[in-house]
């Protein structure tokens, strides 16, 4: 692991930590709230590994105060959460449901008396049930849901949440929820699965317009990406990792930042009316990058249904989820996004890294996670490496402050800098924490 001091950073750099609230809430029918895609998903048997749902998660809802607690120890400037849409809207519609937004209120003004600004993200996967039975994002109505619920949400919240955030990762809420159906709602559509990246896109355009009304703060997207790393160079090869490319980094950003859908197999924009790409295209304040690692592609074999064959990158250290620890991925992302964008490129804040090990208590109940310390190291130092380079990166989150219900893993992936003990929610801080805070006070 690397021990060299970490050089210093710009002034007023943004130093947080992320969760979302399917994953550490629980309280899910607490307060009028309805229910979503994920508990739904949840309760169908073989979709989640472990069979647990986040009924009850970290408990958060009834924690939040010594979570809060928990950020201000760690010292950081800034907490990443989301809403949960079916605490504020029920059934996805109609008037906000003031118990289940009384919750936030109250979280925001803890987070603002213990010196935290609040960043709230809108939509982190949780779909409120009755709008999936409608049709979910397959369906283009949703995005006008969506832009309601925005409304909603910041008429209430608009004037402390200092960093709005519309949509967490679409595309992998397009391809793990849609495509594939390892996430919720479970549909396996492949390519067809297109229109929830059009119609989530045109609820970001249209919620960026609400909020916009509504206040003056900051207004972002996060976006997953994965480099490609060819595990060839035939042409072939090549044709494989540009369509990759094209689906997993491209597909969501190019629209955002005024170029319209890239070319690539599959993404023929059958469902895009006149006026949509204006209004996707609406000015961003902030990009959000998230980021766990690169992604190793060839060319497909022959009858293949996808363009591309995602093959297991060698070489690299691994989490306990397997993914390979990467962080040069992260310098080159940043990088690849100044030169791919340019000057309309906004700011960058890297809105999640982290990493899952079996972070165990030792007989003292302490966590010593040496791993999870040496890869947000080493990510932090790529970022900063960026910088240099010139790319404009103003802010970096880890996934997670907790250790929360990981999706379709369940209990099973531990990403916390703070180990929970979800027999008793205990909540005990990391090695990894007390670098965090360290680096955080430098
Ligand atoms: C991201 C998700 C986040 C968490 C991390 C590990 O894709 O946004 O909720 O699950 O992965």
């Known amino acids: ?46 979709r989640i590994v472990d069979g647990s749902t986040g009924d009850e998660a970290c408990d958060h809802y009834h924690r939040y105060a010594e979570d809060v607690g928990l950020l201000a120890d760690l010292g950081v400037s800034a907490y990443r959460f989301s809403v949960a849409w079916p605490r504020v809207q029920p059934t996805g519609a109609g008037t906000a449901n003031p118990a289940g937004l009384d919750f936030y209120d109250r979280l925001v003004d803890a987070l603002l008396d213990a010196g935290v600004e609040p960043v709230a993200t809108l939509f982190h996967w949780d779909l409120p049930q009755p709008l999936e039975d409608a049709g979910g994002w397959l369906h283009r109505d949703t995005a006008a849901r969506f832009a309601t619920y925005a409304d909603l949400t910041a008429a209430r919240l608009g004037d402390r949440v200092k960093l709005w955030i519309t949509l967490n990762e679409p595309f992998v809420h397009m391809s793990l929820g849609h495509g594939t159906g390892t996430h919720a709602p479970g549909r396996a559509l492949l390519f067809d699965a297109f229109p929830v990246a059009h119609h989530q896109l045109l609820g970001h355009g249209l919620a960026v317009a609400a909020l916009r009304a509504r206040t003056t703060s900051p ?11 060819l595990a060839g160079n035939s042409d072939a090869d090549r044709a494989a990792g540009a369509a990759y490319d094209a689906l997993h980094n491209r597909l969501f950003t190019d629209p955002l930042l005024g170029r319209g859908y890239p070319d690539g197999p599959g993404l023929d924009p059958g469902v895009v009316r006149d006026g949509d790409l204006d209004a996707i295209a609406a000015p961003i304040d902030v990009l959000g990058v998230n980021y766990y690692n690169p992604t190793g592609i060839r060319a497909p074999a022959q009858g293949s249904p996808l363009p591309f064959e995602i093959v297991p990158l060698a070489g690299y250290p691994r989490t306990a989820f397997d993914w390979p620890v990467a962080p ?23 809105t999640e890294s982290g990493c899952a090990y079996d972070d165990v208590p030792d007989a003292d109940g302490r966590v010593h996670d040496a791993e999870r310390i040496a890869y947000l190291d080493g990510h932090v130092r790529a970022v900063r490496e960026a910088i240099d380079a010139g790319v404009p990166v103003t802010g970096y989150f880890v996934w997670s402050l907790l250790d929360n219900w990981e999706w379709a893993e369940g209990f099973t992936k531990r990403f916390g800098l703070v180990h929970v003990d979800y027999a008793t929610q205990r909540r005990t801080p990391k090695s990894s924490y007390a670098w965090f805070r360290d680096l955080v006070r430098r």
């Open 1 to 46: 692991m690397t021990t060299a001091p970490l050089p210093p950073f710009p002034p007023g750099f943004r130093w947080g930590v992320s969760t979302s609230a399917y994953q550490i809430e629980g309280a899910t029918t607490a307060d009028g709230r309805g229910p979503s895609i994920w508990d739904t998903f949840a309760r169908d048997p073989g």
């Open 219 to 229: 207004v972002a997207i996060a976006n997953n990406y994965s480099p490609v790393r």
């Open 328 to 350: 040069d991925g992260l310098r080159d992302l940043l990088r690849w996004l100044r030169d791919t964008y340019g000057d309309a490129l906004p700011p960058i804040q890297v």
